[in-house]
Every structure is written in C-alpha cells, then in structure tokens.
C-alpha cells in the first residue's frame, strides 16, 4: 500500500509539472466546459448587482448571491465549483469563472498537496504495539440469519 502511495504521489507531481500555476486544475476546468453546454437551458434575471434569479424552461427558479458564492440548489457550496446556474449569472455579466472557484481547484495548490513526499514503511518488529483497551471489531458469524427470532423461556409469544 506504501509502495501505491509513494508512486501515485510521484505520478500526480510529475502530470502537473507542465501545468500552468495561474490556472484550474483539468479536471475543474472539463467539469466547467460541461456545465457551460446546459447554460441555455436557463434564464438569468438580475434583482441588483449580486442577487440574480435564475429561470430554467420548466419555470423552476434558483436565487444565486455572487458576492456570497452560494445558490439553492447548494451544488456551488458542495464543490466550490459554479454550478449551471451560478455560471449562467457569471456569463450574463461577462465576467471570468475562474474567480469564482475555491483555490484549491488552483495548479498551485494541486502541486502544494503533492509536493511532500511519502516516506517508506520501517521494519514491523520496529512499530509500536497497540494499545489492547481497543475492542476488537464485531465479527459476523457464518451460515445465513435467522428468519424468526429465539425467544427466551420466559418472553411472551403473543
């Protein structure tokens, strides 16, 4: 297992050496690509200069805050990524999608997580004992279960 670690760190390390620093992760930037192919499916209505309404052809309707990076669907929240709604407000006002993801969806904190290295694994006989007031885990027993419960001598059957 140490071995799959410190080879797909080495991997993942090498892949974004050529990446671009300024920019999305790939990944961040296919998902947005994907997203953009749903925009017309939807209508944006600015209420001010933050708040918009967005209204998709089945008339459904979601608020979306630009300052506050929230919408109620909450799919923005969830993957710190503008979700169809939030892009189509972010495409309306022409404005740059990039600033409206979480830094982490950056090459520079993708490098930054991969940037440590993973250590191998000493000699068994050399790690620590563990700590035997740990319960070890339920075990299942063998053969399927039982259908009708077994009931005590003493328990009512009714």
Not at 26 to 36: Q, S, V
Not at 76 to 86: C, G, K, M, R
Not at 96 to 118: I, L, N, P, Q, T
Request: proline share 6%; hydrophobic share 35%; with cysteine.
């Amino acid at each position: 297992m140490n071995l799959m670690m410190m080879k797909l760190t080495y991997d993942r390390r090498k892949k974004a050496e050529n990446w671009n620093v300024n920019f999305m992760v790939p990944r961040a930037k296919t998902h947005i690509e994907e997203i953009k192919k749903c925009c017309n499916q939807y209508t944006p209505q600015g209420a001010d200069a933050n708040m918009w309404v967005v209204i998709s052809k089945d008339g459904k309707k979601w608020i979306v805050d630009l300052v506050g990076k929230t919408c109620d669907c909450y799919e923005w929240q969830i993957l710190s990524l503008p979700f169809v709604h939030a892009l189509c407000v972010i495409m309306e006002m022409r404005m740059d999608w990039v600033g409206f993801c979480s830094e982490y969806h950056m090459v520079a904190a993708y490098r930054r997580s991969y940037k440590g290295s993973v250590l191998p694994i000493s000699d068994p006989s050399l790690w620590e004992k563990p700590n035997s007031d740990i319960p070890l885990p339920l075990e299942r027993g063998t053969g399927r279960p039982r259908k009708v419960k077994r009931r005590s001598a003493d328990e009512n059957t009714t």
